[in-house]
């Protein structure tokens, strides 16, 4: 780039406190402890007081469902920027969580207490044996074998009648309030958030950013990696078997519309808007597209036009993401340099 | 130097649709030795090595290692078994430090169990034993290289790490394709010291390569492939001293065949 005083680039460089606080010495002062507490407080006391902030009622409802939103989009990141596997199949892990729940409930008449759990790990267990087929498959390949997988279902459910056919399964039980219900899921969100990011900058972590990066390398290492890749796949769809089993003891209601492609496709939106490969990241792009989405009903059926505007407008000016953006200011300052 | 056949490949054959990239090629590899695989481009080589390594599914032919049959087996089994291979188009983690490239391989099945260290713990152990491969593959300890992202590494320390990437997994053959390619000569200058010090270790090398002078420094025999096929196989000096070799490199030396 030219400017007045000549040829110049812009030069990043990494804070010194950002440097330091890399090691085992960022106990040393309060100044550096603070600078690796606050982001992380932000989110913590941000998320936890946010149902305590919302009296709306039709609000507190989104604010459930975008806590769904959220472990989707977090799912979608570690599975496509930590392993490679672009994984179009969130609606059917959704579904499968939510089917699995609301039967757990109605047939055997476990609480919610029981029935999540159960839903997230047996729903898991019965997404990777569907997806093992598709394992080996890689890129644009896998994303669009994963995306048959809700649109299959929904239709056999609908065309054989079973599990309660389009009428869904009703009766399902609720939460005790609503209390129970976020903070419950917040927390769970906050946790498997700080769980994934320890798990991916752990040496089994590596293997998976190493399947992402290079295959043949980590199966010239003497690695299985469809073992690597179903055990990624179990824990993504976990998440998404998770969200499910929650949407249907909020609904009270579990159907085909749980298999919809809004819970491929929302989750890759706030990836893209939030900064892929950053975890954090999805999380927050699913905290602003819910709502918006919500907030934009108001214009009737121009709602998607104004929404594909402002998705366009992510993508054109901040392409790498807000957490990305928001990351690289925080840890970084900028200075233009003569070349 | 024992003449014991660790690694035998019996009448290979590989077709890639109509083009027959390896027709009954036969050799056998003896334990401790350095065996060099040369021949003109497309004749082959690469494809021989995939074979062995399990990357590629042989048409025809069986290979052993140690009487064991390994034909066909999926290539983490073989690298587990301890038969190795770096990539001429190298292929590290290139969103990874250059250390932590080695974990991966430090975390499989078989460096835990032949490893000899624990790996794991709590102060990182699998990091410093990291460090400890690369510096032992001519990476700088002190010096920042180790820790750069991998795709700010130049070839010649690619080369390295790849060949670093095999010895993490306390390998028995490592299968070297052109190693010394894309180097300068005072780089291989370097690299023939660690080869020749990886063949006192006891680890058996196969080492496919362009640049005949180094390795015939280096290589205990030679098996010369053309076309797929096998020309001839021996100590270097009778393999250069072949016809059919020289015909195969240079063209016929006859230049009065053309005129």
């Known amino acids: 780039m030219t400017l007045k005083g000549g040829d110049v680039r812009q030069e990043r460089i990494d804070r010194g406190i950002k440097v330091r606080t890399g090691g085992i010495y960022a106990v040393s002062s309060w100044k550096e402890i603070g600078y690796l507490l606050i982001p992380r407080l932000v989110l913590i006391v941000g998320l936890l007081i946010l149902p305590l902030a919302v009296t709306n009622l039709y609000w507190q409802r989104v604010i459930s469902i975008v806590g769904i939103y959220a472990l989707l989009s977090l799912s979608f990141d570690f599975l496509t920027h930590f392993v490679g596997l672009v994984s179009l199949g969130g609606a059917f892990y959704v579904g499968v969580g939510g089917y699995m729940a609301a039967i757990l409930n109605t047939k055997l008449g476990l609480s919610p207490l029981f029935t999540i759990p159960m839903a997230a790990l047996g729903g898991a267990a019965i997404c990777t044996l569907f997806l093992l087929p598709c394992l080996p498959l890689r890129g644009v390949y896998f994303s669009i074998v994963t995306l048959m997988y809700p649109l299959i279902t929904a239709r056999i459910i609908e065309a054989l009648n079973i599990l309660g056919g389009t009428d869904g399964i009703v009766g399902v039980a609720s939460f005790p309030n609503r209390w129970v219900e976020q903070y419950s899921l917040f927390g769970l969100l906050l946790l498997i958030l700080f769980g994934l990011r320890r798990l991916v900058n752990k040496d089994i972590g590596l293997v998976f950013r190493g399947i992402k990066d290079n295959d043949q390398a980590v199966k010239a290492s003497g690695i299985n990696i469809t073992h690597y890749k179903a055990a990624a796949v179990f824990i993504s769809s976990g998440m998404g078997c998770l969200g499910g089993a929650y949407l249907v003891h909020i609904y009270m209601w579990s159907g085909i519309s749980q298999l919809a492609l809004d819970f491929s496709i929302i989750p890759i939106a706030s990836t893209v808007i939030g900064g892929g490969g950053t975890l954090v990241g999805p999380v927050l792009g699913a905290f602003i597209l819910v709502p918006i989405s919500e907030l934009l009903r108001a214009f009737g059926t121009l709602r998607i036009v104004f929404y594909s505007l402002i998705l366009m407008a992510f993508i054109i000016f901040r392409s790498e993401g807000l957490m990305v953006y928001a990351q690289r200011k925080y840890h970084q300052f900028e200075r233009w340099v003569k070349v | ?259």
């Open chain 2, 1 to 259: 130097m024992t003449s014991e056949t660790i690694l035998e490949v019996k009448e290979i054959s590989k077709a890639f649709g109509g083009i027959q990239a390896l027709s009954n090629v036969s050799f056998r590899l003896h334990q401790g030795e350095i065996l060099g695989i040369i021949g003109p481009n497309g004749s082959g080589k690469t494809t021989l090595i995939n074979c062995i390594t399990g990357f590629v599914h042989t048409s025809s032919g069986k290979v052993f290692f140690k009487q064991k049959d390994i034909t066909g087996q999926p290539p983490h089994k073989i690298a587990h078994l301890g038969v190795t291979r770096t990539f001429q188009v190298m292929r590290p983690y290139y969103s990874l430090p250059a250390y932590k490239n080695l974990i991966i391989p430090l975390f499989s099945p078989r460096a835990r169990k032949y490893g000899g260290w624990r790996g794991g713990g709590k102060l990182g152990d699998r990091n410093t034993v990291c460090i400890d491969i690369l510096e032992e593959i001519g990476f700088e300890r002190d010096s920042f290289v180790p820790y750069k992202l991998a795709s700010a590494l130049p070839t010649g320390y690619l080369k390295r790490l790849e060949l670093a990437r095999c010895l993490a997994l306390k390998p028995e053959v490592i299968l070297c394709d052109e190693v010394f390619s894309g180097l300068s000569a005072s780089e291989i200058a370097s690299m023939i010291p660690l080869i020749e010090r990886l063949q006192m270790e006891g680890i058996t090398l196969v080492m496919i390569e362009h640049r005949l002078k180094e390795l015939f420094r280096v290589a205990d025999r030679v098996v010369v492939l053309n076309f797929g096929q096998k020309l001839t196989e021996g100590i270097p000096e009778a393999v250069m001293e072949d016809e059919r070799v020289k015909e195969a490199y240079l063209g016929s030396e006859d230049l009065s065949d053309y005129v």
